[in-house]
């Protein structure tokens, strides 16, 4: 599945800190395909500002990560809950449509 920086960014700030052995062996595994890399630091310009990141959305290329069930299943049990909860964003909008209604 093709990811922006952006939703990788949302990805990584909206998954679980606790959970189930099974969890967070899944999230430990699927942040590493979220981080950036120092290449992609280098190529998209990506930069701290303050407490924001910010790069050059013409440089960026999305990077297909593959998703399994288990890690599929725990990002749709978030987005429904940030749904739920009335927590969701207009970021979260393409996320939400790519895993739960999609």
Do not use: H
């Not at 800190?17 to 979220?34: N, P, S, V």
């Not at 749904?83 to 449509?97: F, G, Q, R, S």
């Amino acid at each position: 599945m093709d990811f922006t920086l952006k939703e990788r960014y949302l990805l990584l700030n909206a998954l679980p800190e606790q959970g189930d052995f099974r969890t967070i062996k899944t999230i430990a595994a699927l942040r590493d395909e979220l981080f950036v890399s120092e290449q992609e630091v280098i190529d998209f310009k990506i930069v701290a500002d303050g407490d924001r990141i910010i790069w050059d959305t013409t440089c960026e290329k999305p990077k297909v990560i593959d998703i399994g069930p288990i890690a599929t299943t725990i990002i749709v049990d978030t987005l429904k809950a940030m749904d739920a909860e009335k927590k969701l964003t207009i970021d979260y909008v393409p996320l939400y449509e790519k895993f739960v209604e999609g």
